[in-house]
Each structure stands twice: as structure tokens, then as C-alpha cells.
């Protein structure tokens, strides 16, 4: 594969969610990110009306960069929404939120993120209730597999940590529940923030998925820029350029100090590691 291409997860909400950059700030996102030599940025959204699409795509265009893709954790963190959510309705707005972000990006082959939008099982453990609950939910992500498919998205699956979703917590987990999909257009993102408390070894996690990985989030120990906390990125990233599903590196990171300063950051770390890679 080519040159691996670095985006910067923003959004022009003030969102609750917060490793984001640029909060409520897209116009100078685009700036910076593309001063600072980013290929492109992974836009989370709540809804598809949160922002004037087709002037981010103007602003992109003329700044050299690409929307890689849409994340719609806000779905769930803002509204209550989730694919895995016991409730029918809740299920149904998640499929419709995804189907509207597939729309999006899948004419460019490009990504939708199912991370937080999953939501938790809630069901007690070992009742029939929360079975059902399970097979529900991945009913749920089969409709918006199938739909993918048709308009040429491609799903992330990401693996979580345990504090925040009690499903997928492991990129084998995500892994597994891909591989009985078998469809080039069901990847998993791997976030080193969530691999550092799940992974008995990240690198390990990353290797042994192979072309499954389709997305690495790099965010240090600590969630901030890479660079800024005790990960070894360096040994997390060996190799990544064989990786043939990768789509890009993303920075999801606490917008600490600013985001400014942690964008610089993140790109100048990645950058230095990809380039002694070569
Ligand atoms: C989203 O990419 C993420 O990493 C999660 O923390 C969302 O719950
Ligand atoms: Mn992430």
C-alpha cells in the first residue's frame, strides 16, 4: 500500500464527548489540520444536519484534505441511542442515524464508525431477555452492514474499554464478529487509548487482526496527543504500512493543552515514526 494517511477527529458540536479537536470550530480545524499536514479528518457527528456539508466539502477540497470518516458515538452520548439498546425505537433512530452517515461518505468508499453507538447489554446476564437483547443488536448492525454494502461504505467496528460498553471490549472480540460476516465492508478500529487497559499486547492485537484493522486511533496513555503520555507508538505502529485494509491513523485525543498544540503534536510524532519505518 501507499503512503498511510493521518486524519484528526473533530466535530462541529460542543459535544459532551470529549477527545475531540476543534469543538465547534470546523472552519479553523481545516485550517490548521491542513497547516500541519493532515490528509483528512474523521468528522463526529450527532445527525446529518449538525453541519453544512457541502461547504466542509468545498473547505476540504481547496485545503487538500478528505472526509475519511463520520463517527456517531454523539448518537448515543446526546440522544440515548444505540444499536444494542433493548428497545425497539432507540435500535430504529440508531439504523436511520447510520444509514443517513453511510449517504455521506459511501459514494467515496468511505467510513462510517460504529463505536459508542452500540451501547451496552442491559439485560440481566444469563437470562433469556438478555440474549434476545444480544441478537437484536446485531440484527441491528446487519442492517446497517447491508446497507453499507449497497451504497460502498465501509463499518468500523471499534473495540471499547470495559468502563465505557460491556460488548466488543477486544480487538479479537471485534475481530470474531467480523470474520462471521465475511464483507470487505466491515473493518475494525483499534484505539490504542481502549487496547492499553484491554490488549494483553496492542501490537499483538494489531498484528494478529491483519487486514481486518482498518482504522488505528493513536491517542497516548493518557489520552492526549501522541508524544504526550508512555505508549510506545513506535512499536504500536511497526509495520502498519503492510496493514492492507488500512484506511488512515486518526488522532482522537483530549483537545489538552488546545487543540492547536495537540495537533501539531500528534502529526509530528506519527510522522517521525512512519518516515524511520521507511
Ligand atoms: C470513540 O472513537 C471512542 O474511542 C470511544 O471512547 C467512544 O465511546
Ligand atoms: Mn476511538
Known sequence: MGKVKIAASVTPNRTKFGPLLYPGELPRAVRELSEFGYDGIELSLRTAEDTDLADLARQLESAGME?????????????????????????????????????IVGP???AVILGGIRGSLTAPAGTRERERQYADGCAAV?????YAQKRGAILLLEAINRYETNLFNTVGSCCEFAAERNSPHLRVLADSFHMNIEEVSMEG?????????????????NRLAPGM?????????????TLSGLLYLGVEVLPLP????????AITTLKRILEQER
Open 258 to 265: 488546545d487543540s492547536r498544540t495537540c495537533a501539531d503534536q
Open 229 to 241: 503520555g508512555h505508549t510506545d507508538f513506535a512499536r504500536l505502529l511497526e509495520g502498519c504500512e
Open 67 to 103: 472526509l475519511l470518516s463520520i463517527a456517531t458515538g454523539q448518537s448515543c452520548i446526546e440522544d440515548g441511542y444505540s444499536l444494542f439498546n433493548e428497545d425497539r425505537e432507540s435500535r430504529a433512530a440508531s439504523v436511520r442515524r447510520i444509514r443517513d452517515f453511510i449517504d
Open 108 to 110: 467515496q468508499g468511505n
Open 142 to 146: 446487519d442492517e446497517c452492514l447491508e
Open 205 to 221: 492485537a494489531i498484528e494478529a487482526a491483519g487486514p481486518l484493522t482498518g482504522v488505528i486511533h493513536c491517542a497516548d496513555s
